[in-house]
């Protein structure tokens, strides 16, 4: 998917025709804020400079935390200080407007030559060096063994994969600490695996199922809005 965030909305809809046109499948967002949402899923992202609230150089920055994902800026003519910005924020391509279909479509297809194939699901991790062998953890109900990576969860016994555990271990070793989806991405995958905020998400949905008396109002993994995930240990 290629992920558009432009908020004038005559520049997005004949990007996303044209984009569409050529096969690609295409979201268009108005607002970074609203972007945000949706980087994970994206191969491309055709990116605005200007853009009301976030601007485009704030949103390549937050985006370059996590991902390699390419970034296309469309900057206004003429502005090299401009460009040299939207380069310096992790955009990998430039096109100042008004441009030309044709020449976006081409610098897409070359962006998408040149970007590694889309990372895969994290793979465990290798079982060489797990952190945490031997410990067990005991919250509620539920019991984890970190060496057997077997567990009592809301399903029965069940054996966890690495990255469950880690994630679990992490957030316990950081109870009561505000954690965002970088801290937990770098300290859970590692930056050099390319995993999206995505990725944390749906992971800490699969904990929330095993590990939460009502999956649905969490009581020990708790989202704090607009920041990450904090986990409480003894909730009142
Ligand atoms: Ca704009």
Redesign the pocket.
């Given at each position: 998917m290629i992920l558009v965030v432009?908020?004038?909305e005559l520049v997005a809809d004949m990007v996303r025709l044209n984009l569409e046109h050529a096969g690609f499948a295409v979201e268009t967002c108005t607002t970074a804020e609203a972007a945000l949402a949706h980087i994970g899923a994206a191969e491309l992202i055709v990116l605005?400079?200007?853009?009301p609230g976030m601007d485009g150089l704030e949103f390549a920055r937050v985006v370059r935390r996590t991902l390699t994902v390419p970034i296309l800026m469309l900057t206004a003519r003429g502005e090299v200080a401009a460009r040299v910005a939207g380069l310096d924020a992790g955009a990998d391509d430039y096109l100042a407007k008004p441009f030309a279909m044709p020449e976006l479509l081409a610098r897409v297809r070359a962006l998408l030559r040149r970007a590694p194939a889309a990372a895969p699901e994290p793979a465990p991790k290798p079982p060489a060096a797990p952190r945490g062998s031997g410990r067990t953890i005991r919250f509620d109900r539920y019991v984890v063994h970190l060496d057997t990576r077997e567990a009592t969860t809301n399903e029965g016994t069940e054996i966890l994969t690495e990255t469950e555990c880690q994630l679990l271990l992490y957030f316990y070793d950081h109870a009561g600490e505000m954690l965002s989806r970088t801290d937990i991405l770098e300290n859970v995958w590692g930056m050099d695996r390319f995993p999206t905020a995505r990725t944390v998400d749906n992971y800490v949905l699969r904990l929330r199922k095993l590990f939460e008396p009502d999956p649905e109002s969490p009581r020990y993994l708790i989202t704090v809005r607009g920041r990450g995930y904090s986990f409480r240990i003894d909730p009142a």
């Open positions: 432009e908020d004038e605005d400079r200007m853009l």
